[in-house]
């Protein structure tokens, strides 16, 4: 989480496209791997996957970093998962 955390502070790489380059040079982290994290985050695994594991969810994370949009895509709404659900973070 603590990436994704990251990726939202720096606003561009979370709704961005991802190169691998950018990638390893902010995160040492490959371009696919920042794409699964931020489709984990934006779908609600993460966040679920926390309260599973009874693991606090850091201040700053936030299930839809774009207000609704990502890659600039509407998000789908997938009822009682969360993903794409309002928050109630801004």
Known sequence: MGIWVRMCADGDVALGPLSDGLARDRYGLSGKHLRNIRHAATS??????????????????????????INGREMSVVPGTGAGEDMGQD
């Open 44 to 69: 609600g695994v993460l966040r679920r996957r926390a309260a599973e594991l009874g693991v606090a969810v850091p201040t700053g994370c936030v299930d839809n970093p774009a207000g609704g949009r």
